[in-house]
């Protein structure tokens, strides 16, 4: 956070680590950093995700965890970049599976900045944007609310969704945060653990069920994970 000044983080659990290999944390005092087991994403190498805490703003700071993406474009952004990225180039076209794609040039105006904006944001969040030609439907369902990028989704998190389940409930377990900031687009974020909660629920797709973890319980030791879980399916 370029300019920002030093946040002092004291006698408190501070940090919730993801990693993807196994390791001990630096100590650093006014810091504690919980170092548990650590998965591996196949295909991409291994991922680190950490949340840190600040009590006295009760603050969540995250990585690529989650993120918020404003409806229009911020100031950062160039009109230059913007009608560049509106105009029907080669990503659209390719995108655009066999649709008439208009060749004709870019007018400077609100519109069409806006189109940019939305193009840019698709291109980012996904491998793969199914419509740039019209943006504003998927764009619509990725801006003004928390969510997970669907691309940290799709390569990180479905491949190991019960330790983040793990790190999700740790964080909202422990940290009663009431505005996130996050390392990627809108920052800070009036949002509580309940969104927090709410940008991890597709996680649930790819749980295991009550049934089958009460199973995991019956054939393996230990098993405290699966049996907290089960417990808590079956009471909800």
Request: aromatic residues 8%; charged residues 20%; proline residues 8%.
């Amino acid at each position: 956070m370029g300019g920002a000044q030093a946040v002092e983080l004291a006698d408190q659990p501070a940090a919730r680590v993801l990693r993807g290999l196994p390791g001990q944390a630096p100590q650093r005092r006014g810091r504690r950093h919980p170092v548990g087991s650590r998965d591996r994403a196949e295909g991409i190498g291994p991922y680190v995700e950490v949340a840190f805490y600040h009590k006295p703003s009760r603050t969540l700071l995250v990585t690529d965890a989650v993120i918020f993406v404003p409806r229009q474009p911020p100031e950062c952004i160039s009109k230059e970049s913007l009608l560049a990225s509106a105009k029907n180039g080669l990503a659209v076209k390719i995108l655009s599976k066999g649709k008439e794609v208009p060749d004709e040039p870019v007018v400077d105006n609100k519109l069409n900045r806006q189109k940019g904006w939305e193009r840019m944001v698709l291109q980012i969040l996904f491998l793969g944007p199914s419509n740039l030609l019209e943006p504003n439907a998927s764009f619509a369902k990725m801006s003004q609310k928390l969510i997970v990028s669907p691309i940290v989704k799709t390569l990180v998190f479905i491949k190991v969704p019960e330790k983040v389940r793990d790190w999700v409930d740790r964080i909202t377990a422990d940290w009663l945060f009431r505005r996130i900031i996050p390392a990627h687009f809108s920052a800070p974020i009036n949002a509580s653990r309940s969104d927090f909660l709410a940008a991890f629920a597709f996680l649930d797709e790819f749980l295991p069920s009550a049934l089958q973890l009460h199973l995991v319980c019956l054939s393996s030791s230990p098993c405290s994970w699966a049996r907290q879980r089960a417990i808590s399916l079956l009471t909800t």
